[in-house]
Nanobody, 127 residues
């Protein structure tokens, strides 16, 4: 059974850092776009970062320069390094594969169909 399990969330002060990880298991192969999205209370889902099958990386504008997405060589673990965190980054963060769209800014990340995703990990940033 396909599973995605996220971890690494927590509570930090503004300007702090967190590193999220997502472990994938039982995928038939790992040749999928993989990414992170988040959902804050009362808001739509928002794509945060994605890695396409050719290695192309994309970020939503609000996290560019602060977040870094990466994966291990086997593509079994997906990471999201989050630096210079802001209160507006507070949300539940989820990893997903395959991505709704290779471009994380595409509207389908907010309203489209997702492949698989995990239970999420909460990130809370206080001012």
């Amino acid at each position: 059974q396909v599973r995605l399990v996220e971890c690494g969330g927590g509570s930090v002060e503004s300007g702090g850092s967190l590193r999220l990880a997502c472990v994938a298991s039982e995928f038939p192969d790992n040749n999928y776009c993989q990414g992170w999205f988040r959902r804050a209370p009362g808001k739509e889902r928002e794509g945060v970062a994605s890695i396409d099958t050719d290695g192309t990386i994309r970020y939503v504008d609000s996290v560019k320069g602060r977040f870094t997405i990466s994966q291990d060589s086997a593509k079994d673990v997906l990471y999201l390094q989050m630096d210079s965190l802001k209160p507006e980054d507070t949300a539940m963060y989820y990893c997903t594969a395959p991505c709704p769209h290779a471009d994380v800014t595409d509207p389908s990340w907010a309203t489209g169909e997702y492949g698989f995703w995990g239970q999420g990990t909460q990130v809370t940033v206080s001012s």
